[in-house]
């Protein structure tokens, strides 16, 4: 039996919302370690920067049946406990993909840090609940981060920094920080809602278009950040195993 038979989409299984042992343990460009214990997490959607081709997305996605986002941008608010710096993750559906985002950290002294991740998601939970389709994947983060300065997130400077990602090998999203929001606005519309009043806090920023025309499932996903704005670039590798809940080793 396909392990998607055995879930019912309407009563996803969602990991706690717990930030007890949320600690984050990273390095920085130099290997440094970095810990962090966020105080939120969120994952921004519908972040393109051109108007035009977000309306024609949340189109395309309607006839897909998944409903439109309540705004745009739009925040979904995630447990800590999701984040994960493993290489291998866990999930209850063989219909799951990821998508490479940029994602910016903000330490208690206001230090920014620009991090790569993956909003991994139930691609058929998606079509019921977006945010519980979210909710019930962990949330690869790449363990290296580069530290950035605030005013990088709004000037332009990051904008040629190249996104790239593969599904078990093969080419899957390619572009670059000029087809997202600009970071900054993100974390300013994200504050207005008071979605980042406390901190340290995450934010995965949005993704870019992916190459083909629809979903790929795999067990492989790789992805990268690079450009001159960086000193290193910025890598994320995962496997996925897939496993029905209840079950065992």
């Known amino acids: 039996m396909d392990v998607t038979d055995s879930v019912d989409a309407g009563s996803p299984q969602e990991i706690p919302n717990d930030t007890a042992d949320s600690v984050l343990h990273l390095r920085d460009a130099l290997q440094k370690p970095l ?56 999930v209850a559906s063989t219909r799951t993909s990821g998508e490479v985002e940029p994602v910016i950290i903000v330490d208690p002294g206001g230090a920014t840090y620009l991090g790569i991740g ?26 290296v981060i580069a ?36 970071l900054g606005s993100l974390v300013k519309a994200a504050k207005a809602r008071a979605l980042l009043d406390r901190s340290p806090y995450v934010m995965f920023c949005g993704t870019i278009p992916i190459v083909g025309e629809s979903f790929v499932f795999g067990r492989r996903f790789e992805a990268t950040i690079e450009g001159q704005a960086l000193a290193r670039p910025l890598r994320l590798a995962y496997d996925v195993e897939v496993r029905a809940p209840g079950s065992r080793r």
């Open 118 to 143: 993956s909003d991994h998601t139930d691609r058929e939970r998606e079509r019921h609940n977006v945010e519980a389709s979210k909710r019930v994947c962990p949330k690869p983060l790449g363990a």
């Open 147 to 182: 530290a950035v300065d605030a005013a990088a997130l709004d000037d332009g400077s990051l904008d040629g920094l190249r996104l790239e990602s593969w599904m078990n090998g093969v080419p899957y999203q390619r572009g670059t920080f000029a087809a997202i929001t600009p």
């Open 35 to 90: 810990r962090f214990q966020p105080a939120s997490f969120i994952i921004a959607g519908y972040t393109g920067r051109d108007q035009q081709a977000v309306r024609h997305h949340i189109e395309e996605l309607a006839s897909l049946g998944i409903p439109p986002p309540p705004s745009v941008p739009t925040f979904y608010p995630m447990p800590a406990a999701l984040l994960t710096t493993a290489a291998t993750m866990t």
